[in-house]
């Protein structure tokens, strides 16, 4: 059995990271995986949410959407239908967490970082392309926050990053595409840092379940996957990467 | 260092299943895991979603909610809120998945299978709870299909239940409750076939990651659990057990 | 004509009244009559709300729901549709004036009391149940703040209970069940305190008007039927009826 | 004591009807009972809600609404909330129940009669208002059915009015101003026939419970000024009035 | 080719204006523009709108409702819809934008006029005859502060009025009827002062473009159409009427 | 007076139209104004609204958003909130009606092309440059029903496109930017065909009304700038420009 676009079982496919991709937030960037393209940036606001007012810490929260038109068949718009759905209530809650594990909220002061992942084309993993992009949008807006002498070193403990792994038919890959996410029984989302440390483990088996042998070669190729992004994340950033989970 | 409540570390709370617990779903089921007290209910309905409209097949879909006086400080309660929070979407649709994952849906007919869950005390493992009390109503409710020769046979393919696990101060452990919960730094929700195949893993490590050790620590954990559960659920269905996962 | 579960006309439904049901909130009550159960809980919140601040006087709020279960069809949640249906509403403002109407709000400080009526079975007579229970649950609330001290006396004036009568084939009747309640051309619902005073009363002829003579034998027999609920409350509640009304 | 605006205690505001108000609805009334003043519309749509399809029957259906500018403070418009108020909902269901219960709903086929209660200008007993205007519009838009012969008689039983009643400083009064509303400690609204029958009968005593006696002359007054208003309504009427309740 | 209403293309339909309309509202009035009625209320609040917080300037917002029966085809209640319409929100922010124009914002105080147009009767042309009724409401609402001494002149600057204009069959007229509105392939609506200076222009050709002849021919129509309403509304203010653009 | 970027005042900013920016949508444009920066998408819907159900004809619809870091300030998402804005739904309805006054919709069968407008970078004229995208955009989405054979010829009648004007400073000037819209006092957008018609005209003096010269100069700035426009289509569109409005 080979791939649809032919790539190895344990093949990425092609990461782009571009940074600075719009003016307005103080860290914007397109994450490509493939046909998978992100725009995920981080907007600093000078105030938390109620829960930590007066606590001197600080919160990153997430949102994360797709345009209508980055989908196969259009999806409609969210704010028209008037709430958010199921599936994007999980994706943001998990994008939040993940980033939230990596970085010293006690040393941001009582600021809100809001993170947004817009898909502007989907093509399978939008949702680990989103933390994976997201977290060098994070590095360039706490970078802003040094530079301005907000802040006296970058908060962050260490890189995060994310990719998908499944099973089709029998088979254990990496990095699925949208074509293969659809045909897979069992789905899993691993996160993780620069340590080789989890920061979260999601697997389904809703089609069959797995057993630990699926179990481990998935994770043997979610830590290749997220190791290798990494590397992208440390060459996009340049002399920035040196700063993360520094002294 | 001791649990709060004085059990090992791979030490399940008590649990008690009671069936027939009110008389209008087809499957009535409450489930206490200790303090964690879940009603959990499976009604039929003779329709289906638009998307499986003639094709022959059945759905099940579940709901989850907390009684506004279940948890120690008075929750608010959704329909006031004029919407479902994320947590409670990501809960719906975990126990969906759950159930659906052990069922032949291709079996029930186009026939809907309303899983409720409703927790009236709430004291940490209340997912976890509802699936594995979710699992006993919905035996009930396709027996009563059985009975009335709507169906040939149980269309369960194995039982399934659901446990938390996690790690407190570098501890892993079993099952835990409100207090635990809320200082566990990994927390893992496992949910496991009769078969130990894994229906679904889920794993957070927000404050702190976790190692390939604690996350297979936890993993004996949970299917010493979920095994453990599957045993009280064939004791509260007596001779209907001998019915899942039949030929 | 005889009634369908063999009653006579004038006579209630067994009655249980089953305190400390569940543990967060300070008055958790299970009420039963005949096969109508529901959980009341009253829960005390130390602020009031915008229309009361400053003024030294508490409140007390309602809120009502039916499990989806609870019915005969289930009952979609009202959570799902995003908004409290009329009847729902109706109820929740009944239950919060008849309440009111025996407390000294003067006398309870800045706090609001919440009653949640969460109806677990439904077979007729829900809203008056609710009143019924949710009186016991108030006083157990109280209790709690006059056992610390935090009030000098119970503020509670006189036992209020309540209970539907209506017309059925021209006999008036006592406590209609869900299957008399819905053949009744005529229904009432009667809300009276210790004194045989009237807290509410709501008779509808929807179906057909009523004249004065059956008008005066449903108020009979609903001072009789709350009368015999107050009874109810006494046995329930044990010493702590004492202090109800006290100087 | 005196009434405020120098009323005998049994006696009502001045009371006009004013038909054909405005030109699209097929009933269209304006109501003034003293400085309360609503327009009542009928309107007739040629299908039924889902629950009568296909039964050959048809239905009545209410809506209430107060203008922002109809009250004393302005009232934020119930549009811009999003929701509409458990108030106005009582209401309109309360109207909707009135003007069936003296329909034949058999008679009218498959239609459905929108009834808009608006307020134009609010000073107290505006639901009973809405109740005694809204009849009237409803005999004028069954009559185009009749004029066009689309229904063979007008399908209406019996007159019925409503008004509101109430005990200010233990004096029993009827018809209350907003001001005497607002200090009544007791409140009831009626609604009957041209029978003298009850159609509905809503008593609160939220500030103070009521005794019988004071119910008594609560209905006394209540039936003397229903009997009034259906007058009104005669006259309002002109020859249309024999035609309700006729064979 | 003439007009369904036998008007000459530059006539403007029988225009009257009720001032004290309702007694609650600061300014209230009745306008007619024809068979066109609507309610506008001005109601003054002693606060403003977050970003005015502190600044000493006031506000002006419109809100704009069609009751149901106030079109041929009754019309969905927006309450009920649990939404605002965009037709809705765009009038009210054209209603707004109007009578914001032509008033010193700096010298009423921090104060909010809440402007309401509730149309009661439609035949076509309502939001421009509720600019033109506001108005009035609006010198009337202020009157009341200069009376009380609030503020010490009338803050406006000039009068403002709007029209309908439009082309049909080729041929522009003046102050559409709703039969005109629906067949006219290009639509405009313009807003104007005492100066002849425009506040709004909006011209729309989605059915057919429409060229600079035209434009030209429509903005005379218009103009000519709200000098003569600005006539109109000196004519019901009467001597306050002096007082506008005064210094 | 200099503007901003040293711009003479008939002088627009850079624009650059890119086809086939995205792949799922049919046309997928990105336009850049300078810094406004707009995705514009096509797609195709093989059904149409209720109110063309069986009439043979096509409909088109746009929604327009602004992604939250595309301000300088973070937007909230409408998703979030709940609700569409006022200000979106009027440029959604403006895009709409700006597209179907060019399209021959009884050529285009039973189908709808939704547009839609996402803007990822905002700098003043979003609006417009959204209509002279999305115009693109859909000359390629119906260029693939054509080279599918599904329609005869491109059903476009002419091209439109819209440019923004505005008075500052007592200066009329063309496509303003940010900073200059938020300070033009007078402020214009203009839509116009290739036969210089006017497809709609929306001018606003909320600050200080402005009189027929300035209106005069306004409509040549806007003439120019559309034409200018229409020339960068027709570049982009290269051969399928000749299709447009072809015989």
């Given at each position: 059995?080979?791939r649809?676009?032919?790539?190895a079982?344990?093949?990425?496919?092609?990461?782009?990271?571009?940074?600075s991709f719009?003016?307005?937030?103080?860290?914007?960037?397109?994450?490509?995986?493939g046909?998978?393209k992100?725009i995920?940036?981080?907007?600093?606001?000078d105030?938390?949410?109620?829960?930590l007012?007066n606590?001197?810490?600080?919160?990153?929260?997430?949102?994360y959407?797709?345009?209508?038109?980055s989908?196969?068949?259009?999806?409609?718009?969210?704010?028209?239908?008037?709430?958010?759905?199921?599936?994007t209530?999980?994706i943001?809650?998990?994008?939040?967490?993940?980033l939230?594990?990596?970085?010293?909220?006690?040393?941001?002061?009582?600021?809100?970082?809001?993170?947004?992942?817009?898909?502007?084309?989907?093509?399978g993993?939008?949702?680990?392309?989103?933390?994976?992009?997201?977290?060098?949008?994070?590095v360039?807006?706490?970078?802003?926050?040094?530079?301005?002498?907000?802040?006296?070193?970058?908060?962050?403990?260490s890189f995060?990053?994310a990719?998908?792994?499944?099973?089709i038919?029998?088979?254990?890959?990496?990095?699925?595409?949208?074509?293969?996410?659809?045909?897979?029984?069992?789905?899993?989302?691993?996160?993780?840092t620069?340590?080789?440390e989890?920061v979260?483990?999601q697997?389904?088996?809703?089609?069959?379940?797995?057993?630990?042998?699926?179990?481990?070669?998935?994770?043997?190729?979610?830590?290749l996957g997220?190791?290798?992004?990494?590397?992208?994340?440390?060459k996009?950033?340049?002399?920035?990467?040196?700063?993360?989970?520094?002294?």
């Amino acid at each position: 059995m080979a791939r649809i676009d032919g790539r190895a079982f344990d093949e990425m496919r092609r990461v782009k990271i571009t940074r600075s991709f719009t003016k307005h937030a103080q860290g914007s960037v397109l994450i490509e995986m493939g046909e998978t393209k992100v725009i995920c940036t981080a907007t600093i606001e000078d105030k938390v949410p109620p829960f930590l007012k007066n606590t001197g810490k600080g919160w990153i929260t997430a949102e994360y959407s797709m345009l209508p038109s980055s989908t196969q068949t259009r999806k409609i718009r969210e704010s028209s239908r008037g709430k958010v759905e199921g599936r994007t209530q999980e994706i943001q809650r998990l994008i939040g967490r993940a980033l939230r594990s990596v970085v010293d909220l006690d040393a941001i002061g009582e600021r809100t970082i809001w993170i947004d992942c817009d898909v502007i084309q989907a093509d399978g993993g939008t949702r680990t392309a989103s933390i994976t992009g997201a977290f060098v949008a994070l590095v360039d807006a706490f970078n802003v926050l040094l530079v301005n002498q907000q802040i006296a070193k970058l908060p962050i403990k260490s890189f995060v990053s994310a990719i998908s792994v499944g099973v089709i038919e029998g088979q254990p890959m990496l990095d699925l595409c949208y074509e293969e996410d659809s045909t897979a029984k069992v789905d899993m989302n691993i996160i993780m840092t620069d340590q080789e440390e989890f920061v979260e483990l999601q697997g389904t088996g809703e089609e069959a379940p797995f057993n630990s042998k699926d179990l481990m070669e998935l994770i043997r190729l979610g830590t290749l996957g997220t190791s290798m992004l990494i590397e992208e994340q440390r060459k996009a950033l340049g002399e920035l990467a040196a700063l993360v989970g520094g002294e």
